[in-house]
């Protein structure tokens, strides 16, 4: 029996970019961490964990999981939705973390041990112009990765998301600044560009490596059906947010015009979004986050009910995923029967100082570390030297001016 929390406190920081920590503790000195990072809005995030939540937290057993999983989902009559649900997913990664270090034994040994060695990754490779993006799948293939997401830039647009301009730096989609970016965009010349870039990707690196693609929720389901099938020939891995997907049935017309395996998921945040999706056999992978789906406890569920239906598990991992709840991902991706990939966008040096972990990543695979509990911790006193700073991800109109998904 453990002791009751007495503590939950916010830990709000930018090593590189922001993140929402939540640090539980329990009488006895143990610490719990979760993450509740909503890219752009981490201070509604982190309001609703301090008001809305800590305060149900103080005097709970940690040890109660589920109760407090159903209690914090069931109890808020306005339930669901982005912030709630990272708020619920930070609570949840923090109890597994308590659980861990009080049995002395990493997250994925409690969720039924390993049932695989190691965890396959992917990473994103980028560039703007089509020589520079070959070079950059090779540079992501010579630090091991079997699995790379290759985007490029299209003629006559001057951003287009995943890619910077500017040839060599990373890509990272917020940018600091009290407001949004506006960046324009035109599907057409999208779809004109990108069969023959990815035909030329896997004309360069040949069968063996797995090739991914990101189409950022902006296609109609014609639009989509269209791309799935130009792209047979690249042999994707995944071609992966097709159309935004708040109508799930929009899958249907383009599953039945593609072979070209489908992937959706990362701005899902329950086991609704994405039921119909799974129980129909419109997609091949689901992203759901530990960060943004419920955690650890929910995300269990979904894979549960994606395994019945042969989708596979395929978490969402970007530099806006933090390591905390990387961690958390890679124990789920050791123990889940029917896990797929797992994305690892990768992180800024100061933090993975930041955030030490057991968790590591070696010739293409992640391992979670034999760390008890989630095995990352926070350095407090690093943290603290990196103050939030407003940063937003861009918004997009149409050439026309029009709003469209970003
Ligand atoms: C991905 C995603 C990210 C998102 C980002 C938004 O597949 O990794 O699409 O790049 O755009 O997480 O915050
Ligand atoms: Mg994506």
């Known amino acids: 029996m453990t002791d009751r929390i007495i503590a939950a406190e916010v830990i709000l920081t930018s090593p590189g970019r922001n993140y929402v920590t939540l640090k539980l503790q329990t009488a006895d000195g143990v610490t719990g961490y979760g993450d509740a990072t909503v890219n752009g809005r981490e201070l509604a995030a982190a309001s609703y964990l301090r008001d809305h939540v800590a305060p149900l937290l103080i005097g709970l057993d940690p040890a109660r999981i589920e109760d407090t999983w159903q209690y914090l989902y069931r109890g808020a009559y306005w339930r669901r939705g982005p912030i709630t649900m990272a708020a619920v997913s930070a609570v949840d990664l923090a109890l597994w973390d308590i659980k861990g270090k009080v049995a002395g034994m990493p997250v994925y040994q409690l969720l039924g041990g390993a049932v695989r060695d190691r965890v396959l990754a992917y990473t994103h490779a980028s560039a703007w112009e089509l020589p520079e993006l070959l070079d950059a799948v090779d540079a992501r293939r010579a630090d091991g990765f079997r699995a790379v997401r290759a985007q490029s830039g299209v003629p006559g647009l001057e951003t287009v998301y995943g890619v910077h301009r500017d040839a060599g730096g990373g890509y990272e989609p917020a940018k600091r600044g009290a407001v949004p970016v506006t960046e324009s965009w035109d599907t057409d010349a999208y779809l004109r560009h990108v069969p023959a870039v990815l035909a030329a990707v896997r004309e360069h690196v040949g069968?063996?490596?797995?090739?991914?693609?990101?189409?950022?929720?902006?296609?109609?389901?014609?639009?989509?059906?269209?791309?799935?099938?130009?792209?047979?020939?690249?042999?994707?891995?995944?071609?992966?947010?097709?159309?935004?997907?708040e109508n799930q049935e929009a899958l249907r017309l383009v599953r039945q015009h593609t072979t070209t395996p489908l992937a959706i998921g990362e701005v899902f945040n329950s086991i609704f979004d994405c039921k119909d999706l799974i129980t129909e056999q419109l997609i091949d992978y689901v992203r759901v986050a530990v960060a943004h789906a419920g955690g650890i406890s929910h995300l269990r569920s979904i894979f549960a009910l994606a395994d019945l239906y042969q989708v596979k598990a395929a978490p969402h991992g970007p530099s806006d995923v933090s390591p905390v709840s990387f961690g958390a991902s890679v124990h789920v991706g050791l123990s889940t029967i029917n896990f797929g990939i797992q994305e690892y966008m990768g992180y800024d040096a100061l933090a993975h100082e930041v955030f030490p972990h057991a968790w590591s990543f070696a010739d293409g695979y992640l391992h979670p570390g034999e760390a008890p509990g989630l095995g990352v911790e926070v350095d407090e006193t690093l943290a603290a030297k990196f103050p939030y700073e407003p940063a937003y991800l861009p918004v997009a109109r149409r050439l026309d001016g029009s709003m469209t998904d970003w």
């Open 207 to 245: 069968p063996d490596l797995a090739l991914l693609h990101d189409a950022h929720h902006r296609l109609t389901p014609q639009q989509a059906a269209r791309l799935g099938k130009a792209l047979e020939p690249a042999d994707l891995f995944w071609l992966e947010d097709v159309t935004p997907a």
